[in-house]
Nanobody, 122 residues
């Protein structure tokens, strides 16, 4: 499975962005998909996750109420709607797919996108 992230950009604080993650093939083997982010010099950080065939979602406390993860099974695509962006949201956002669990830990994910840069200016 190949994942292609897109939708990043340079925005001002308070603005919104929608990230997309498209899977290259049928996703019947995928159990969950997630978004992580990584800022320079920092560890990869969990943002949000969603089960592929159910409505279970999970969010990091830092984005809860501002970000929404969703999926379009027909398009094999997962989205991350980001509202009320803050400068501390600046990072490379990376989508991931896992075949067995929904988790906040990156080691449980089997496939990764290339990442898309999100920069929020104050």
């Amino acid at each position: 499975v190949q994942l292609v992230d897109s939708g990043g950009g340079l925005v001002q604080a308070g603005d919104s962005l929608r990230l997309s993650c498209a899977a290259s093939e049928r996703t019947f083997s995928i159990y969950a998909m997630a978004w992580f982010r990584q800022a320079p010099g920092k560890e990869r950080q969990f943002v949000a996750a969603i089960r592929w065939s159910a409505d279970n979602t999970d969010y990091a406390d830092s984005v809860k109420g501002r970000f929404t993860i969703s999926r379009d099974n027909a398009k094999n695509t997962v989205y991350l709607q980001m509202n009320s962006l803050k400068p501390e949201d600046t990072a490379v956002y990376i989508c991931a797919a896992g075949v067995s669990v929904i988790s906040r830990w990156p080691q449980f994910y089997d496939y990764w996108g290339q990442g898309t840069q999100v920069t929020v200016s104050s």
